[in-house]
């Protein structure tokens, strides 16, 4: 088995130091540009870390992120404050995904894979040994709502939710959320495991790094040439990345969200299963910093104090994988799934496709 991943050591630990710490409110435009091609970076052991041809930390890669499908989202109470798994917690998870595997390759074999069920292969990097993707606060869970965070909430339904209430489907815009629209998943939810489509990779060139999602085959475009934030008035789905050099931590700050997005989605792992929202207001703030050849340590702080009564941090490791690809995620024009469901709702309620009551 290959050697556990994610252990906490003293460059993990700094990093969560500053996540806490209120250093994240630092401007972007007031950070270096590139860094200059004379620095020699390294790695935590001291060994040479890869750069650029123009000198920047070299981040490039594939770096799926299935092998965390079995850690929860949100820390199980019974941990309490307790962020690393024990060895028979470990094994596991690690039997958990070895499950997992063995019916992906039985849906292979039989040929009925994506025929209602759908779970991908992971078996070449091993299960983590954190109890949750939540790092801070420090038990794991997500922060309660403010009393504006409540009054949102009930705009940030989505299939999975309507589904679990009234089980009513009536507005495309009310009753399904972006995802279910394959609009986006925004964020953070992009950068969480979901049952498919976990890749992430990256590519760099002179000024900029993009960060390639697989699911909703979304590109995030980070400038890191000092350039300053877009104006405020301007709001997208994914907001607007800024990004910079820390040594070779590369540290990508995003606002200008529009709000429309709920901050988790009940199909990543340990979810909250209430909505959670968000606003215009919402503030990430992302590390990438590797620390060997084929590992990133990961982490983004997502702040919106209108909704939140704190922030929130996620933790984990990213993996080196070449060998993973990406497969298309495409919303064609013949796909009736919404209007199914809306229909379908009607039906269920005596009423005709177009919302009328239906004579007997």
């Known amino acids: 088995m290959n050697q556990r991943i994610f252990t906490l050591g003293a460059v993990a630990a700094g990093v969560?130091?500053?996540?806490?710490?209120?250093?994240?409110?630092?401007?972007?435009?007031?950070?270096?540009?590139?860094?200059?091609?004379?620095?020699?970076?390294?790695?935590?052991?001291?060994?040479?870390?890869?750069?650029?041809s123009w000198g920047d930390p070299d981040l490039s890669g594939m770096?799926?992120?299935?092998?965390?499908?079995t850690t929860p989202l949100e820390r199980p109470e019974e941990f309490g404050t307790r962020r690393i798994r024990t060895e028979e917690e470990i094994a596991a998870a690690?039997?958990?995904?070895?499950?997992?595997?063995?019916?992906?390759?039985?849906?292979?074999?039989?040929?009925?894979l994506g025929m209602g069920g759908w779970a991908e292969s992971t078996t070449r990097v091993d299960a983590i040994a954190l109890t949750s993707l939540i790092s801070y606060p420090e038990n794991g869970r997500f922060p309660a709502l403010t009393a504006r965070g409540q009054e949102l909430q009930p705009q940030f339904g989505s299939s999975w939710s309507t589904e679990q209430g009234d089980g009513i489907f009536?507005?495309?815009?009310?009753?399904?959320?972006?995802?279910?629209?394959?609009?986006?998943?925004?964020?953070?939810?992009?950068?969480?495991?979901?049952?498919?489509?976990n890749g992430i990779r990256i590519h760099q060139s002179p000024g900029y790094v993009v960060i390639d999602l697989e699911m909703i085959h979304e590109s995030r475009i980070v400038p890191v040439d000092g350039r300053p934030p877009l104006e405020p008035e301007i709001k997208q789905w994914m907001g607007e990345s800024r990004g910079y050099w820390d040594g070779a931590t590369l540290v990508v700050e995003t606002t200008n969200y529009n709000g429309e997005v709920g901050m988790t989605n009940a199909g990543t792992p340990g979810s909250p299963r209430q909505d959670t929202p968000s606003t215009t207001n919402m503030k990430t703030i992302e590390r990438f910093t590797r620390v060997s050849d084929d590992r990133i340590d990961y982490e983004m702080t997502i702040q919106d104090p209108e909704v939140l009564t704190d922030q929130w941090t996620i933790s984990y490791p990213m993996v080196l994988d070449p060998e993973y690809q990406f497969f298309e995620y495409a919303f064609h024009e013949d796909n009736t799934a919404v209007r199914n469901f809306i229909e379908t709702s009607r039906y269920e309620r005596g009423l005709t496709p177009s919302g009328e009551p239906r004579s007997e």
């Open 16 to 52: 969560a130091l500053v996540a806490c710490s209120g250093s994240d409110d630092a401007s972007v435009a007031d950070q270096p540009a590139a860094s200059a091609p004379q620095v020699a970076f390294t790695y935590p052991d001291g060994s040479p870390h890869p750069t650029t």
């Open 94 to 112: 690690q039997a958990s995904m070895e499950r997992r595997d063995a019916n992906y390759h039985q849906m292979v074999e039989n040929k009925t």
């Open 170 to 197: 009536e507005s495309p815009q009310d009753d399904f959320d972006s995802w279910d629209r394959c609009i986006t998943r925004g964020m953070p939810s992009s950068m969480l495991p979901f049952n498919y489509n």
């Open 63 to 69: 770096w799926p992120i299935m092998h965390i499908f």
